[in-house]
């Protein structure tokens, strides 16, 4: 704002405010002051003057007082004894007896397009550009070498010569002449330079012994100490970002006291690069210096970036308390060690009452609900995207949010799995008054030509509490099939069939599917047709005899969302009529041969992709190299002839061009073939739990293990994913004995050689399942994991890697602190698998 004030503060007692005598001189210099210094800037007389350097202007002045008759009567004023308008904007400035001249100081002034101007006192000397400078930074002068020193936008220390900069051209004569060609004009040369790293904040040069001088460079997260060469005497990593700091003296030999201020509101003591100390400040310093005020020295002077000023010392006052001593008792050790186990008992029946998360409050702070539209939008969000031949429809969406207490920046975040999209899928409430509701909606619709793995949406909504603590909550909502699929005409035969048996007797399709009734066949209420909106069939046929349900397709994926929607209305449609025992089987042959096959492809997509993202390598380093070689050739001074080396680059970008567009187009392959994976993932799984009459829990952890990933990477994949996991779960609760127990599963997930390790594990994970294995989470893992095999002569897989590693650790030694996954007692006999023999 332009003031200039000059302080002679008196102490005073706790909490008493400033003193109006405190503040010797107020003036307003009009122009915003960049950087104030005191030296010998007069010609004619060795006393201190002030100069204040302005964005356009250098100004020199005169402090002067005049005795009053009492003190707060002294009067104070400054008077202007020079002043130099500048023709570039001012940055920061430094001063010095710049040559070594005696009795006097000299002026540097660094402009913001880099550019260092010298002033002898009231006349201007020279100025010097300094090379490759785009930034400004820091500038100081050494006086022990005569240098100047600044951190340069290339984030590296350079030290400039005095006599350098004297000698070099002058920067308003940046032309070359004929007497510079001729030799007159000297470049500017660096002195040193070292490369730190990052942008310097601040510069500062001491000298507390007579055979050297240490140069301080302040970082961002660093500062260093530097000799005079540029060498590292020593440097600190930052545990906070800096705003200040002052080495001020050096109180051992060899060392050196600096002081640090940082944003946390902390001022930091350092011996070299060791904390001595570390203090609590009211405000951010943006500037500290040490000095001794009315004899009490080692005063600490901060100022903060609102014009807050502060003189602080170190040091407390002695504390005479002393702590009483501690009556020694009697140690019993066995009453403590039943006290232990009581205390034990009691966390782990909480633990087991309250699981790891604490209960939730009777009343949520926030509900949210979301409701899906029976009827499709009247104007389709999805004009631009066309499926086929087929119009794609989309539907609305609301989410409703009802708080009780008052929210801020609430975000609500909604997803759905691809190829569906949405018209929005953030939102944020800036402020949510307490007990209100608000609404917000928006449409999904279908963008590409394959099927979605799941129907199910997700909205999630972040918050915060009043007391500052975060809280999360979600709610699940279901798209109609009729978003992604239409009424189709039924199919006689198909390469996939699946056979889902039921306790109870059959239902009309018409009943259970109303929107896909086809008009002219009313009469075939037993077979429905399903057309997806990417051209693939589906028939549902239900049997007229028996209480069973055929689902056939020609992509065996393609199953997946019909028999997940016809068990859903099934269920749906005896809970209406009252009926609670109704139950789905599946007895049939687990189609494991058909996985394996999507298996494969997803995995064979992922080797392509592997070996293209190589040779697209490979051809840029021999663009590079073509490049520099072609480089190489234009700047020779001597014309050579090219060698055919601009056709080989065209040659080399036309490649680089066609492997880019295959790896672009393999990707897509591989997320349309990995949501095909899941799909089929999701039907493995039901027909599993179908099979083994399996519970929700232990349908949750193969929904786990066979389906860890949302997004599939060449980095982390998920056929070695999901090997893990499942080589886990043979190892821990489908084992046969301790020795498979004892096996130590690699800790690196890497891309596998092929599939047939999974594929192997997979066939031994439902053999275990046949054989009675169940699975269930336990905390305690002391837990007897057996498993008790039918009767009948069922033989195991011997090619799984489980069964053929060596034995080399104690069983005992392993797993004593992580949760485990344990065997009850098997089911009744159950249906073999297809392809294990009995």
């Known amino acids: 704002m332009g003031y200039l004030r000059i302080f002679n503060p008196h102490p005073v007692k706790t909490g008493d405010g400033a003193q109006a005598e405190d503040m010797l001189l107020e003036v307003h210099l009009r122009d915003p002051i960049l950087q104030v210094e005191v030296g010998k800037f007069v010609s004619g007389t060795e006393m201190l003057h002030l100069a204040v350097l302005h964005s356009r202007k250098l100004c020199v002045y005169s402090v002067s007082g005049t005795l009053g008759n009492v003190e707060h009567g002294n009067q104070y004023q400054i008077k202007l004894m020079y002043e130099h308008n500048l023709q570039r904007t001012a940055c920061n400035m430094t001063y010095g007896s710049f040559g070594g001249v005696k009795g006097r100081d000299l002026i540097c002034i660094q402009s913001m397009d880099g550019m260092l101007m010298v002033f002898e006192q009231e006349s201007y000397a020279f100025g010097r550009f300094l090379p490759g400078s785009l930034l400004p930074g820091p500038l100081a002068y050494s006086s022990r070498t005569d240098s100047f020193i600044t951190v340069s936008s290339c984030r590296q220390v350079e030290s400039y010569k005095y006599h350098v900069l004297a000698f070099a051209t002058d920067a308003d004569k940046r032309q070359e002449t004929e007497q510079q060609k001729l030799g007159s004009g000297k470049r500017l040369v660096v002195d040193w330079t070292l490369n730190i790293g990052e942008q310097a904040l601040d510069i500062c040069i001491v000298s507390f012994n007579q055979s050297a001088s240490s140069v301080f460079?302040?970082?961002?997260?660093?500062?260093?100490?530097?000799?005079?060469n540029g060498q590292i005497r020593f440097m600190k990593k930052l545990d906070c970002s800096p705003s200040c700091f002052l080495p001020y003296c050096s109180v051992s030999e060899g060392t050196i006291n600096t002081l640090i201020g940082n944003?946390?509101?902390?001022?930091?003591?350092?011996?070299?690069?060791?904390?001595?100390?570390?203090?609590?400040?009211?405000?951010?310093?943006?500037?500290v210096r040490v000095g001794c005020l009315h004899d009490l020295k080692g005063v600490i002077v901060t100022?903060?970036?609102?014009?807050?000023?502060?003189?602080?010392?170190?040091?407390?006052?002695?504390?005479?308390?002393?702590?009483p001593k501690v009556e020694s008792r009697e140690l019993h050790y066995e009453e403590l060690d039943i006290e232990l186990k009581e205390l034990q008992k009691i966390i782990k029946d909480v633990n087991k009452s309250q699981g790891i998360w604490p209960m939730t409050e009777r009343e949520d702070d926030l509900k949210v609900s979301a409701m899906v539209s029976p009827k499709f939008d009247s104007v389709s969000q999805a004009a631009d995207v066309e499926v086929g031949t087929d119009l794609v429809p989309s539907v609305t969406v609301k989410v409703t949010l009802q708080n009780r207490l008052a929210l801020q920046k609430a975000k609500l975040s909604v997803y759905v799995q691809p190829p569906l999209v949405l018209t929005c899928d953030q939102f944020t409430f800036e402020f949510m008054a307490p007990e209100m509701s608000r609404t917000v909606a928006f449409s999904v619709y279908l963008k590409g030509s394959y099927t979605p793995s799941e129907l199910e949406g997700n909205a999630v909504v972040s918050y915060s509490r009043p007391s500052g603590i975060p809280r999360v909550i979600q709610c699940k909502f279901r798209l109609p099939l009729k978003l992604i699929c239409l009424p189709g005409q039924p199919s006689k035969t198909a390469s996939h069939k699946l056979t889902i048996d039921t306790n109870k007797s059959p239902v009309s399709l018409l009943s259970l599917f109303p929107g896909f009734a086809n008009q002219s066949e009313d009469d075939q209420v037993n077979v429905m047709?399903?057309?997806?909106?990417?051209?693939?069939?589906?028939?549902?046929?239900?049997?007229?005899?028996?209480?069973?349900?055929?689902?056939?397709?020609e992509q065996f994926e393609d199953l997946w969302l019909i028999t997940n929607e016809l068990i859903i209305r099934l269920q749906e449609y005896f809970e209406k009529q009252g009926i609670k025992d109704f139950a789905c089987s599946f007895s049939g042959s687990m189609p494991l041969q058909e996985y394996f096959e999507l298996i494969d492809?997803?995995?064979?997509?992922?080797?392509?992709?592997?070996?293209?993202?190589?040779?697209?390598?490979?051809?840029?380093?021999?663009?590079?190299?073509?490049?520099?070689?072609?480089?190489?050739?234009?700047?020779?001074?001597?014309?050579?002839?090219?060698?055919?080396?601009?056709?080989?680059?065209?040659?080399?970008?036309?490649?680089?061009?066609?492997?880019?567009?295959?790896?672009?187009?393999?990707?897509?392959?591989?997320?349309?073939?990995?949501?095909?994976?899941?799909?089929?993932?999701?039907?493995?799984?039901?027909?599993?739990?179908l099979w083994q009459k399996l519970s929700t829990d232990q349908i949750a952890i193969l929904e786990a293990a066979f389906l860890p990933l949302q997004q599939d990477t060449q980095e982390l994949g998920w056929e070695e994913t999901v090997d893990a996991a499942i080589s886990h779960l043979l190892k821990t609760c489908l084992s046969k004995?301790?020795?498979?127990?004892?096996?130590?599963?690699?800790?690196?997930?890497?891309?596998?050689?092929?599939?047939?390790?999974?594929?192997?594990?997979?066939?031994?994970?439902?053999?275990?399942?046949a054989k009675g294995g169940r699975l269930c989470l336990s905390t305690d893992a002391a837990a007897p994991q057996t498993m008790v095999m039918p009767v009948g002569g069922c033989t195991t897989i011997p090619e799984s890697d489980l069964e053929e590693r060596s034995i080399e650790q104690d069983s005992t030694e392993l797993f004593t602190n992580h949760k485990h996954l344990i065997v009850e007692t098997p089911l009744p006999e159950v249906s073999p698998l297809q392809g294990v023999s009995e």
């Open 217 to 228: 460079v302040l970082g961002e997260r660093n500062f260093f100490c530097l000799k005079d």
């Open 263 to 287: 944003h946390n509101h902390m001022l930091h003591i350092y011996q070299d690069v060791t904390l001595k100390w570390a203090t609590q400040l009211p405000h951010i310093p943006v500037a």
């Open 303 to 323: 100022l903060s970036d609102d014009g807050h000023l502060q003189c602080s010392y170190l040091g407390t006052d002695p504390s005479f308390f002393q702590a």
């Open 529 to 553: 047709g399903f057309r997806f909106l990417g051209g693939s069939r589906v028939t549902l046929l239900a049997s007229k005899t028996s209480q069973r349900y055929r689902i056939q397709s």
């Open 601 to 689: 492809h997803h995995f064979e997509l992922r080797i392509n992709g592997e070996k293209l993202e190589e040779l697209l390598s490979e051809r840029a380093v021999q663009f590079r190299a073509i490049q520099r070689r072609l480089l190489t050739r234009f700047k020779d001074k001597t014309p050579a002839p090219l060698q055919h080396l601009d056709t080989l680059l065209d040659g080399t970008y036309k490649q680089v061009i066609a492997l880019a567009d295959a790896v672009e187009e393999n990707q897509d392959s591989l997320f349309q073939s990995f949501t095909r994976l899941k799909s089929a993932t999701h039907l493995v799984i039901l027909l599993i739990g």
């Open 737 to 769: 004995s301790s020795k498979e127990q004892a096996l130590n599963l690699s800790s690196q997930l890497n891309i596998p050689k092929d599939t047939s390790r999974l594929k192997k594990h997979i066939t031994l994970l439902c053999d275990r399942l």
